[in-house]
Nanobody
């Protein structure tokens, strides 16, 4: 199983980025896909998850209304659209998945991880 995250970069406050995570080696459509972030000196934080099946999403309070998670099963890819970015969003962002047909909210239960992509929000 491989998860390839991309799309990070440097952006000014108020700007936008879209992160992508392409997966291979598993049945993409059967998995929920989570996004996490880790800022320097802090623990990894769950950001949100998109479900298998109906593609419903859950996002943490601090990003709700600014971030959107989506998935494209035809491309084996999940996306994290980040708008109105703030300096506190600066972190390495990771995608991850749990076992098939498991919808996991929070840090525990994810077994496959991408390599991370750096997002820096700075003026």
């Amino acid at each position: 199983v491989q998860l390839q995250a991309s799309g990070g970069g440097v952006v000014q406050p108020g700007g936008s980025l879209r992160l992508s995570c392409e997966a291979s080696g598993l049945n993409f459509s059967r998995h929920a896909w989570g996004w996490f972030r880790q800022a320097p000196g802090r623990e990894r934080e769950f950001v949100g998850v998109v479900a298998y099946g109906n593609g419903g999403t859950v996002l943490i309070d601090s990003v709700r209304g600014r971030f959107t998670i989506s998935r494209d099963n035809t491309k084996n890819t999940t996306y994290l659209q980040m708008n109105n970015l703030k300096p506190e969003d600066t972190a390495v962002y990771y995608c991850a998945t749990a076992r098939p047909n498991h919808f996991v909210i929070g840090n525990d239960g994810y077994i496959y991880w991408g390599q991370g992509t750096q997002v820096a929000v700075s003026s």
